[in-house]
């Protein structure tokens, strides 16, 4: 057997660690916490979070648990990046479509509805983590869904404000509004997914948008960019 020592090449200037086959170590640590990331994702919806271990994570991964531990200090902090991973990816969902909608209050409100409840059908996975899940870890991921929900809430009211200009006069504190309507688009989720997504996506955005009309005041003139 060769003695050879494989050479490595030097780290370039501004690099971090040392650079094997042309990748950094820096690079290839944030590579390995992504895939974990993706495994999580994948236990976590399947067998929860009560279920997960580091074995079952590692092997979804294809790595050891000496890469877990550099990573994450325990489940909990690989589910709090979980979490935020697909929170970020539903974020930039809504704000896709609401960005692509017709300027109307009618129409924004529908494509911010079809997109939070098709990212929950379309990735159920996802629904399973952002939904149930979070409900179960403690008070850290209590204190996470709270301000992912927070972050919701202040975008949906400063979307009414600018939609329903009159509402801050006539309809009381609107923060309050906003954190109610998110709430509710929640358990519309949670119900029709514990039904089997049984209800057409159609159907489900039509029923929550009905709740959304009844609060929020009527606009007949179009609305301004938003």
Not at 34 to 60: K, M
Not at 139 to 147: A, F, K, V
Request: net charge positive.
């Amino acid at each position: 057997m060769s003695n050879k020592r494989i050479k490595e090449a030097a780290p370039a200037p501004g690099n971090r660690g040392r650079v094997y086959r042309g990748v950094s170590e820096e690079a290839r640590r944030a590579e390995r916490k992504q895939a974990f990331i993706r495994a999580g994702i994948e236990i976590f919806a399947r067998d929860g979070f009560a279920g997960a271990t580091t074995r079952s994570l590692c092997a979804e991964a294809g790595l050891t648990q000496r890469y877990f531990y550099e990573s994450f200090a325990s489940l909990e902090d690989l589910f709090v990046a979980v979490t935020n991973h697909l929170g970020a990816q539903l974020e930039a969902h809504i704000d896709a479509a609401v960005a692509g909608a017709h300027r109307s209050a009618e129409a924004i409100t529908r494509a911010s509805l079809t997109a939070f409840f098709g990212f929950m059908l379309e990735d159920r996975r996802a629904a399973r983590i952002l939904l149930i899940e979070i409900l179960t870890v403690g008070p850290r991921l209590e204190l996470s869904l709270r301000r992912f929900s927070e972050g919701r809430a202040e975008h949906l009211r400063t979307l009414i404000e600018q939609l329903h200009p009159g509402i801050k006069r006539n309809r009381g504190n609107v923060r309050l509004i906003a954190s109610g309507l998110v709430g509710a688009a929640r358990s519309i989720a949670v119900a029709w997914m514990s039904g089997g997504y049984a209800e057409p996506l159609e159907e489900v955005v039509d029923s929550a948008l009905r709740l959304y009309s009844a609060i929020l005041p009527a606009r007949r003139r179009r609305a301004s960019p938003v």
